[in-house]
C-alpha cells in the first residue's frame, strides 16, 4: 500500500489549501473499516493529529485548533481523500502527512493506530 500527498504550498493567513491522498494497492469500499487520518508535524514539534475519515459511512473527526476550518472528504471511487484547509493561519505551518490504517482503529488521533503513510506535503502559512 503506497499513499501520495499533495497540494501543499505558500499561502497568505486567510486563504485556502486543498491536500489530496492518491492511495495504491488498496480498493477501498463502503465496506472497508478502514480510516484516513491527516496529520502534520511543525519544526521541533511533535506530529499531531489533525483530521480522519471512515471510508465506509464517511465518519468525520477533527482537532479542536482545526474544527470548523478544515474539512475532510474521501472518494471511494477514485481511491483518494482530500483535506479542504481554510482560514489558515501561521500556526497551521507543517508538513502534512496523510495515513491509512489496516483496520477500525480505538483511536483515530493516536499515530500508532496507523500502518502506511505518505511523505508528507509542506504548507506555510504567511502572516
Known amino acids: 500500500v503506497q499513499l501520495q500527498a499533495s497540494g501543499g504550498g505558500l499561502v497568505q493567513a486567510g486563504g485556502s489549501l486543498r491536500l489530496s491522498c492518491a492511495v495504491s494497492g488498496r480498493t477501498f469500499s463502503r465496506f472497508s473499516s478502514y480510516v484516513m487520518g491527516w496529520f502534520r508535524q511543525a519544526p521541533g514539534k511533535e506530529r499531531e493529529f489533525v483530521a480522519a475519515i471512515s471510508w465506509s459511512i464517511g465518519n468525520t473527526w477533527y482537532a479542536d485548533s482545526v474544527k470548523g476550518r478544515f474539512t475532510v472528504s474521501r472518494d471511494n471511487a477514485k481511491n483518494t481523500a482530500s483535506l479542504q484547509l481554510n482560514n489558515l493561519k501561521p500556526e497551521d505551518t507543517a508538513v502534512h502527512y496523510c495515513?491509512?490504517?489496516?483496520?477500525?482503529?480505538?483511536?483515530?488521533?493516536?499515530?500508532?493506530?496507523?500502518?502506511?503513510w505518505g511523505q508528507g506535503t509542506e504548507v506555510t502559512v504567511s502572516s
Open positions: 495515513a491509512s490504517t489496516s483496520y477500525y482503529p480505538t483511536n483515530y488521533a493516536y499515530t500508532g493506530e496507523y500502518d502506511y
